[in-house]
């Protein structure tokens, strides 16, 4: 996923490390900081300047059509197709769950498609995907 650079003086990756900055004027005394160091040493010889890092962007790349709908159809073959099912148990979530998913597979999936079944596929993809984990920690 390629990112954008700011120039925002906003320091992403310190916040995502826990370290906020505690207020703005904290920020804009560093940045005034940071060029008076970068211009206050005429005497050494002129040697190009690093680039400081710059904070990386939350927005991403933009995506094209063709791009989504290649995901769309991806997430359709892997939770929308409805799956066979021959021995049935319930499971209960909150109202709330159950009309999220409701509304996912209203919108996304197409005759035949269920909530039940859009479950059951998530629920085989994560216990495929996690297999060896689940094994191991089982163990533990």
């Known amino acids: 996923m390629a990112t954008k650079k700011s120039n925002s003086n906003f320091d992403l990756a310190a916040y995502l490390e ?6 703005k004027r904290n920020l804009s005394q560093q940045k005034k ?9 005429p005497s050494q010889p002129s040697q190009p300047a690093e680039k400081p890092t710059e904070p990386l962007s939350i927005s991403a790349k933009r995506i094209s059509q063709k791009q989504r709908k290649a995901s769309l159809e991806e997430y359709k073959n892997s939770f929308l197709n409805p799956p066979k099912i021959t021995d049935r148990k319930t499971v209960y979530l909150s109202a709330e769950t159950r009309d999220r998913l409701d509304e996912i597979v209203r919108r996304l999936g197409e005759r035949g498609s269920s909530v039940s079944g859009f479950i059951e596929n998530m629920a085989r993809e ?6 060896d984990e689940i094994e191991q920690w089982k163990r533990l």
């Open 18 to 23: 826990g370290n906020p900055p505690s207020d």
């Open 33 to 41: 900081e940071e060029i008076i160091s970068q211009t206050a040493e």
């Open 126 to 131: 994560h216990l495929d995907t996690y297999h």
